[in-house]
């Protein structure tokens, strides 16, 4: 049973910050390549409740729920403390997108070395294709990206923008 939720299981990799001259070209590729692999049966979505694409990716899979009602949004979350320091209308942002997930699972009670990390590696362990917007060849979402493609997952490179 788990390998065939994995099949039909997609996660998110992409850098927090997303600069305004970039976001309408990625949010609709963003949409484009989420509507093709529903339509290929993906229907598990897995976010990591990050700012920037993590909560693109989030609020893109809740909007087409409204179009496609067995789709699932699923976040893994590193802490339970993660918004600790974010700005109010960030954590405003991330408590809809929360109450609106259809599961949320944390890696960790707390926030702790390498409690991002472990929420990456959980969401690549539990798909069979990774979304990807990464433009550096380092950190946290240039690591999660060569992990998908190390453990064998489809990996969309989106380039909007660019």
């Given at each position: 049973?788990?390998?065939?939720?994995?099949?039909?299981?997609?996660?998110?990799?992409g850098?927090?910050?997303?600069?305004?001259?970039?976001?309408?070209?990625?949010?609709?590729?963003?949409?484009?390549?989420?509507?093709?692999?529903?339509?290929?049966?993906?229907?598990?979505?897995?976010?990591?409740?990050?700012?920037?694409?993590?909560?693109?990716?989030?609020?893109?899979?809740?909007?087409?729920?409204?179009?496609?009602?067995?789709?699932?949004?699923?976040?893994?979350?590193?802490?339970?403390?993660?918004?600790?320091?974010?700005?109010?209308?960030?954590?405003?942002?991330?408590r809809?997108?929360?109450?609106?997930?259809?599961?949320?699972?944390?890696?960790?009670?707390?926030?702790?070395?390498?409690?991002?990390h472990?929420?990456?590696r959980?969401l690549?362990?539990?798909?069979?294709?990774?979304?990807?917007?990464?433009?550096?060849e380092?950190?946290?979402s240039?690591?999660?990206?060569?992990?998908?493609?190390?453990?064998?997952?489809?990996?969309?490179?989106?380039?909007?923008g660019?």
């Amino acid at each position: 049973m788990k390998e065939i939720l994995k099949e039909k299981t997609c996660c998110f990799t992409g850098h927090r910050v997303i600069p305004a001259r970039v976001l309408p070209a990625l949010a609709g590729e963003l949409e484009q390549t989420l509507r093709r692999l529903i339509g290929e049966g993906v229907r598990y979505f897995g976010a990591g409740g990050a700012l920037g694409f993590d909560t693109l990716a989030a609020e893109t899979v809740l909007r087409l729920k409204g179009e496609y009602p067995d789709v699932r949004l699923i976040l893994v979350l590193p802490c339970r403390d993660q918004t600790r320091g974010w700005k109010e209308t960030d954590v405003r942002r991330y408590r809809d997108i929360a109450s609106r997930a259809d599961k949320v699972v944390y890696t960790a009670e707390h926030y702790s070395p390498g409690c991002m990390h472990r929420r990456n590696r959980h969401l690549v362990e539990n798909s069979s294709v990774c979304v990807a917007w990464c433009t550096r060849e380092t950190g946290g979402s240039a690591y999660t990206a060569a992990y998908a493609r190390q453990r064998g997952l489809r990996l969309v490179m989106l380039g909007a923008g660019e």
